[in-house]
């Protein structure tokens, strides 16, 4: 399977739409469908994190590894660590090892859940080394509103081995208890491309806080 783009162009209105749209088709056509397993993960997962109005039960950190797929992956995402905002007016976090290093013309998705259905209501789009969007979702590939720039931070940079987001909730939704991040990097390896998921394709972490204190 092979997908070529380009996504170091200036921040325009067009484009960045454009940027989206492709990232969207990217993630729908790579993606597999979820399987058993990880459904059952996804439902314990659901019930481990209870509600998203229980927020008293729910953690504000949250730990998500690989599961083993590096001997057949030429970058791999190995480790995703969600982390509540510590207090209101301070922003969530979610770094994703990718120990081989992120590479030229990769790019990266946060989908971001804040309710109990199965689909993202927030995305953030971002090539390696390069610019980013924030989207309310209609779903896991139609994008919305744009978000402001102000509301969150994507960094990846090429060779690095982390990527990382960086986000207010209350951008979100002013009423936001909680969220779970389902992330999907799209690699680069000369023109053929590849895509690894965490914690699965299409599931989301368990949840965190939205704001621990």
Request: aromatic share 6%; hydrophobic share 45%.
């Amino acid at each position: 399977m092979t997908y070529r783009t380009a996504l170091t162009t200036p921040l325009a209105t067009g484009l960045a739409t454009a940027l989206a749209t492709a990232l969207a088709a990217v993630a729908l056509v790579l993606a597999p469908a979820p399987s058993a397993s990880a459904q059952a993960s996804a439902q314990a997962g659901a019930q481990a994190g209870a509600q998203p109005d229980a927020r008293a039960a729910l953690p504000t950190k949250r730990l998500v590894n690989d599961r083993g797929d590096r001997d057949t992956q030429v970058v791999d995402a190995t480790r995703m660590i969600v982390r509540s905002a510590p207090e209101q007016g301070r922003r969530a976090t979610v770094s994703v090892a990718v120990p081989d290093g992120l590479v030229a013309g990769s790019q990266v998705v946060f989908h971001i859940n804040t309710d109990t259905d199965a689909t993202p209501e927030i995305a953030y789009f971002g090539a390696v080394s390069s610019e980013f969007r924030g989207y309310r979702m209609k779903s896991w590939t139609a994008t919305g509103a744009e978000l402001p720039l102000t509301c969150g931070r994507l960094n990846a940079a090429i060779d690095g081995t982390q990527a990382r987001l960086a986000f207010n909730p209350l951008c979100i939704n002013r009423g936001v208890r909680s969220f779970g991040v389902s992330f999907h990097l799209v690699a680069a390896s000369g023109e053929a491309t590849q895509d690894d998921w965490l914690p699965a394709p299409r599931i989301f972490s368990g949840r965190v806080r939205a704001i621990a204190a």
